[in-house]
Antibody
Framework: QVQLQESGPGLVKPSQTLSLTCTVS??????????WSWVRQPAGQGLEWIGR???????NYNPSLESRVTMSLDASKRQFSLRLSSVTDADTAVYYC???????????WGQGTLVTVSS | DIQLTQSPSFLSASAGDRVTITCRAS??????LAWYQQKPGKAPKLLIY???TLQSGVPSRFSGSGSGTEFTLTISSLQPEDFATYYC?????????FGQGTRLEIK
């Protein structure tokens, strides 16, 4: 059973860069059958899709965040990562990593990690 | 972006009830719709994809239907563990978008 685990700082200062890593276990991150994505959720609010990455390095980002987002994947470490630059209070949220079917439906999720943007 | 509007936003029901949640898309998304269940403090859980395909391990009391712009999630007989928030998601075009959620609470 594939499992995903987010890791990274829980507190980031305004204008700095948020960096998170998702470690995949129980399944191959190199599989051609899946994509790897990030979704976030501010407290008490709905879900926002950030983007996704394929083993080839191909990415798709939400245009609302595209100018600040970078995703990468390191198959040797079974990890994929999210970087979000120039953060503000509005970026405070629980960040989830997930495994996607090719259709972009997320069938396995990490438990989520809270990132707070504050000075 | 494709907008998804769920109704109702809040639903109060009793165990054993049959409930239906609707998701309307701002444009035709064919059958490219999924439903998720989320409990407080937990990650979303995939219930249904391609509008009506039940994800492995999900109880058969959950069902989905629809195509184009109107979709429904039905729970045939509510169980105590079903009280949660439900989200629809469209995967027809980027960016992927979600509905605002329907909170299902115990009456």
């Amino acid at each position: 059973q594939v499992q995903l685990q987010e890791s990274g700082p829980g507190l980031v200062k305004p204008s700095q860069t948020l960096s998170l890593t998702c470690t995949v276990s129980g399944g191959s991150i190199s599989s051609s059958n899946y994509y790897w994505s990030w979704v976030r959720q501010p407290a008490g609010q709905g879900l926002e899709w950030i983007g996704r990455i394929y083993i080839s390095g191909s990415v798709n980002y939400n245009p609302s965040l595209e100018s600040r987002v970078t995703m990468s994947l390191d198959a040797s470490k079974r990890q994929f990562s999210l970087r979000l630059s120039s953060v503000t209070d509005a970026d405070t949220a629980v960040y989830y990593c997930a495994r996607d079917k090719p259709s972009a439906v997320s069938d396995h999720w990490g438990q989520g990690t809270l990132v707070t943007v504050s000075s | 972006d494709i907008q998804l509007t769920q109704s109702p936003s809040f639903l109060s029901a009793s165990a054993g009830d049959r409930v239906t949640i609707t998701c309307r898309a701002s444009q035709d998304i064919s059958s490219n719709l999924a439903w998720y269940q989320q409990k407080p403090g937990k990650a979303p859980k995939l219930l249904i994809y391609t509008a009506s395909t039940l994800q492995s391990g999900v109880p058969s009391r959950f069902s989905g239907s629809g195509s184009g712009t109107e979709f429904t999630l039905t729970i045939s007989s509510l169980q105590p563990e079903d009280f949660a928030t439900y989200y629809c998601q469209q995967v027809k075009t980027y960016p992927v978008t979600f509905g605002q959620g329907t909170r299902l609470e115990i009456k």
